[in-house]
């Protein structure tokens, strides 16, 4: 019975990899703090015309 061990190919591709940095795509992900502000702002707005009209 002979005992199978790994390649080499195997040994290298798995040291390279350890040691290679891969890089990180960018993500979908924005920061929209900014237009929720507006959009209460401006709803705010409204809702305060509205009330001085009626009052």
Same mark, same amino acid.
């Given at each position: 019975?002979?005992?199978?061990?790994?390649?080499?190919?195997?040994?290298? &591709?798995?040291?390279?990899? &350890? &040691?290679?940095?891969?890089?990180?795509?960018?993500?979908?992900? &924005?920061?929209?703090?900014?237009?929720?502000?507006?959009?209460?702002?401006?709803?705010?707005?409204?809702?305060?015309?509205?009330w001085?009209?009626?009052?």
């Amino acid at each position: 019975a002979e005992k199978q061990q790994p390649s080499k190919e195997s040994t290298k &591709t798995s040291d390279s990899s &350890t &040691t290679k940095q891969e890089e990180n795509p960018q993500t979908g992900d &924005t920061n929209q703090t900014g237009w929720l502000l507006v959009l209460a702002l401006c709803s705010g707005g409204f809702l305060a015309r509205k009330w001085i009209i009626k009052h």
